[in-house]
């Protein structure tokens, strides 16, 4: 499989950006979440507005071989419109939390997306063809005369210019009466699970008038709530499995055989706290802001304020690794705290062949961890490179003293361009990076 | 004292920021709320382990109070449960400055019923001190806060308890405005901004009118 090394054992170049040039962003347009299918041929971003673009990468060019396919937009349609829950006078924001594919199994293509209270499965098909000549009928649909009609003729299918069609199939609502931050696909996919603040729902995907409850953690008196779920995610092979992780740096790993509700986990990952670390704000940085299992279900990545951190399914006291995204805003936590910054939640990917994962930064950097050399590498994304293959330079953050020639000072970074959403190709060395209104494709470079 | 400063700055920001928090499209966040009443609790440990050791050789009383600022999260937690259904309905009894120093060890169930309603009636003296006008917020929101059942800081002036251990000090007028304003919401587990639904769900019978009364008091933080 590709996706061997990461690090500097190869060279990441821009393939390309998409999305408006202009400094001035409309919230709509903001980048809220970013996703490869099974098969890595189509991208899908949603964003803040609702709206969720699909990309397809073009099939390869055999005759030039020195770069990948292309993304183009295949379809864009909108996912979820604002909404009002009158009974507690709250609006229901549009902005899509997640998406995630179905896997193939036929023509059409299917996802699920999510808003904060609403899941939807959408089913995108392509159009090709178009029946002709029929019968009854004129070519604008309009029934003929009958008396005009004195030959028999069976329509026939021809070629049309593609439409790429995008229809909600189900509509799976009134099940959360918090907010969604999580879904995931069943490795049987007939089931998926939502999970929000204080629970996590089973649904299966053709049923939408009732979901299972799984997991339960409000307490009956809400002033001893301490923790919330953060993320869940199902086990890439096992069925029964799952994890999720809370706001307390702990993950919970249940089995759902062995009970129909799994608030007692099987397995709980936690590493205790280093008192050496102990500051202010410990409490909020240790919240995990997403959780995925390697692709071969051994092993789980977190990812937290600073660091990204590697747990064996078998082993609960500590992490395997652990790798430190910024260090150097240890120090700064109080301003990030006045910023607002400190809240934010990074994600993290695994590449095909789990030998790298990748979260993002400020700045608009990105960093990636090779588990095999042990060497990491940061990278901006930028339009400032924007010529294809061109090959993006390694970015270095100087935390105190002299800074040298292209290291670029902690009180230099813009912490208004951040990366929250990146994603890896499944199978090939191709990463996409979403800034706040971009999304920018980076390949490996292909000699 | 730039601990206490410190402390203080980042108290009054957290309060700030759920308050801003409820403004925002799409509800209250409650892990956001969670993640900034943790934080207000650290610093008020942090604000109250830092007045008592400045204070330390000035009161001779101190000693015997420092323990109270660790007794009083749990103490003031069975005081708030106890207040849970008697969510500032409850006429003040009396003036609190007066019995604040004598009831620094005493049970503190008695101050649970103390409710919202003593601190409306210091609202202004509090302000002509001179304070921190900075700490405390526009009567208007107050009142908002007060009545309504959902979101972050309403629950917390409805139990706004004394801290009868910081009635003395150098600074005694900001010690009380800060107990009466924060105290409440400094004391409180970060459970203390929870949504909507477990206020309405303690109080089945009342969901309507408050959602009534949401409806209004949302359109006074609206125009």
Known sequence: ?????????????????????????????????????????????????????????????????????????????????????????????????????????????????????TIKLWKISERDKRPEGYNLKEEDGRYRDPTTVTTLRVPVFRPMDLMVEA??????????????????????????????????????????????????????????????????????????????????????????????????????FEEPE?????????????????????????????????????????????????????????????????????????????????????????????????????RDITLEASRENNKPRTVLKPRKVCASGKRKKDEISVDSLDFNKKILHTAWHPKENIIAVATTNNLYIFQDKVN | MEVQKEAQRIMTLSVWKMYHSRMQRGGLRLHRSLQLSLVMRSARELYLSAKVEAHEPEVSLQPARSPD????PPREAEAEAEAAPLDGEQPSPEPMDTQEAPRAEEAPARGAPRPAKVSRK????????????????????????????????????????????QAEGAFPNLARVLQRRFSGLLNCNPAAPPTAPPACEAKPACRPADSMLNVLVRTVVAF
């Not at chain 1, 962003?25 to 673009?53: C, M, P, Q, W, Y």
């Not at chain 1, 692709?295 to 790798?323: A, C």
């Open chain 2, 69 to 72: 600022p660790r007794l009083h």
């Open chain 1, 1 to 117: 499989m590709a996706g061997a090394g990461g690090g500097n054992d190869i060279q990441w170049c821009f393939s390309q950006v998409k999305g408006a040039v202009d400094d001035d962003v409309a919230e709509a347009d903001i980048i809220s979440t970013v996703e490869f299918n099974h098969s890595g041929e189509l991208l899908a971003t949603g964003d803040k507005g609702g709206r969720v673009v699909i990309f397809q990468q073009e099939q390869e060019n055999k005759i030039q071989s020195h770069s990948r396919g292309e993304y183009n937009v295949y379809s864009t349609f909108q996912s979820h419109e604002p909404e009002f829950d009158y009974l507690k006078s709250l609006e229901i924001e549009e902005k899509i939390n997640k998406i995630r594919w179905l896997p193939q199994k036929n023509a059409a293509q299917f996802l699920l997306s999510t808003n904060d209270k």
């Open chain 1, 167 to 268: 229809s909600p199939r189900r509509i799976f609502a009134n099940a959360h009466t918090y907010h969604i931050n999580s879904i995931s696909i069943n490795s049987d996919y007939e089931t998926y699970l939502s999970a929000d603040d204080l629970r996590i729902n089973l649904w299966h995907l053709e049923i939408t008038d009732r979901s299972f409850n799984i997991v339960d953690i409000k307490p009956a008196n809400m002033e001893e709530l301490t923790e919330v779920i953060t993320a869940a995610e199902f086990h890439p092979n096992s069925c029964n499995t799952f994890v999720y992780s809370s706001s307390k740096g702990t993950i919970r790993l249940c089995d759902m055989r062995a009970s129909a509700l799994c608030d007692r986990h099987s397995k709980l």
């Open chain 1, 274 to 374: 280093d008192p050496s670390n102990r500051s202010f704000f410990s409490e909020i940085i240790s919240s995990i802001s997403d959780v995925k299992f390697s692709h071969s279900g051994r092993y789980m990545m977190t990812r937290d304020y600073l660091s990204v951190k590697i747990w064996d399914l078998n082993m609960e006291n500590r992490p395997v690794e652990t790798y430190q995204v910024h260090e150097y805003l240890r120090s700064k936590l109080c301003s990030l705290y006045e910023n607002d910054c400190i809240f934010d939640k990074f994600e993290c990917c695994w590449n095909g062949c789990d030998s790298v994962v990748m979260t993002g930064s400020y700045n608009n950097f990105f960093r990636m961890f090779d588990r095999n050399t042990k």
């Open chain 2, 122 to 165: 210091r609202r202004s003296s509090s302000l002509s001190d001179g304070g921190d006008v900075g700490l405390v917020p526009s009567k208007k929101a107050r009142l908002e806060e007060e009545e309504e059942k959902e979101g972050a800081s309403s629950e917390v002036p409805d139990r706004l308890q004394p801290s009868p251990a």
